[in-house]
């Protein structure tokens, strides 16, 4: 795993990046302080988060420093959204956002069947 101040161009941070797994990996490589059992139960979370977050910015800075400080804080902000809260409240994941069993209604008038074709003989 690359140094953060050994990273002097953007391709060699897309490189590094590109070589991190985990949510661990990333928070390790931007040097951010986490509570491992937080990550554990929220990891997929916390990288799609992440990710969400990185589709919000209308444009990321030229200078790598900059963009670093970008990332460490967009991430950071996704791990502290999990600290006192959980998946299922902070609704990441589009499993999270579908109604409760139960909620849904479908009338029977919705439903039709549709009778199956004979096959013709040849």
Known sequence: M???QQ????????????????AEDFLEFFQLEFQPEV???????ILQR???YLQQQEELPDSVQHRIAVYQT???QS????????????????????PQPGQGFVSLT??????????EAL
């Open 2 to 4: 690359s140094n953060l």
């Open 7 to 22: 990273i002097d161009s953007l391709e060699a941070l897309d490189e590094a990046l590109y070589e991190l797994e985990s």
């Open 39 to 45: 990550v554990q139960v929220n990891r997929l979370h």
């Open 50 to 52: 992440f990710h969400n």
């Open 74 to 76: 967009l991430l950071d």
């Open 79 to 98: 791990y502290q959204s999990f600290i006192n809260s959980s998946a299922q409240q902070e609704k990441v994941l589009k499993i999270f956002n579908r």
């Open 110 to 119: 919705a439903i039709s069947t549709q009778s199956a074709s004979k096959p």
